[in-house]
């Protein structure tokens, strides 16, 4: 699956755990599981942010994540 990541919208998953086009729900607001990472396994997640400063600036955070 191609895809464009969208700020906001498109998180890196480990598809052993969260398969691709999954959509999940943090804090209200719901994201696709639309990119993977070397970095991203187990049950990390890697939200796309449009810019690296913002991504810096929302760091790393721990929380409840629900399978929509």
């Known amino acids: ?14 598809p052993q755990v969260i398969p691709l086009g999954s959509y999940l729900e943090i804090e209200g607001v ?8 070397q970095a991203i396994k187990d049950r990390r997640l890697d939200i796309f ?3 690296h400063e913002e991504a810096i600036e929302f760091g790393r955070q721990k929380k409840d994540v629900y399978l929509k």
């Open 30 to 37: 719901t994201y696709r599981a639309e990119d993977i990472g």
């Open 1 to 14: 699956m191609e895809t464009v990541p969208k700020s906001g919208y498109t998180i890196a998953v480990d």
């Open 49 to 51: 942010f449009s810019s």
